[in-house]
């Protein structure tokens, strides 16, 4: 449960997607080795190691393409939702929308916004780093930029 209640906390979804909060834990679980096994329950299970390429950040922002046979061309092909989980049966992601009429649907079709919530906002460190960077690269044209600076009235 500990899992559980850091995943809640981390994120900003509602106390009430424990649920989906513990159904993640047991698939993570299931899916890492143990100090008792050096195999993991997947690999006992199934015979040959599983994959940990898909895994993703619990809580974490995405926009999930939702097919729709009426969209029109100017029509908004993604909504942003939330990842709350693995689907059982098959290859794909639970997502959460408290704003939507469904609330909670499975796609495979989704980018993940993950950055935000493992090292907070990153924009601002990612801008600071590409200034420090075109400073400390010299100069290899003879071309100056200059700035002009005019007083708006």
């Not at 061309?73 to 929308?97: A, H, M, Q, T």
Request: charged share 25%; proline share 6%.
């Amino acid at each position: 449960m500990d899992m559980v209640r850091s995943m809640l906390s981390n994120s900003n979804l509602p106390k009430s997607l424990w649920v989906e909060a513990l159904k993640t834990t047991v698939y993570i679980l299931n899916h890492v080795p143990t100090k008792v096994v050096p195999k993991t329950p997947f690999e006992l299970f199934k015979g040959w190691k599983p994959s940990l390429k898909h895994m993703r950040v619990w809580g974490c922002s995405s926009e999930v393409g939702i097919y729709n046979p009426q969209e029109k061309k100017i029509d908004l092909r993604s909504i942003s939702w939330y990842f709350i989980g693995y689907v059982e049966r098959s290859k794909g992601y639970r997502f959460y929308c408290p704003h939507h009429i469904t609330r909670i649907v499975e796609s495979r079709n989704a980018k993940f916004i993950e950055n935000d919530l493992i090292s907070g906002s990153d924009q601002l460190k990612d801008l600071g780093y590409e200034i420090d960077y075109i400073k400390s690269q010299p100069s290899t044209s003879n071309e100056r930029l200059v700035v002009i600076h005019t007083p708006q009235v």
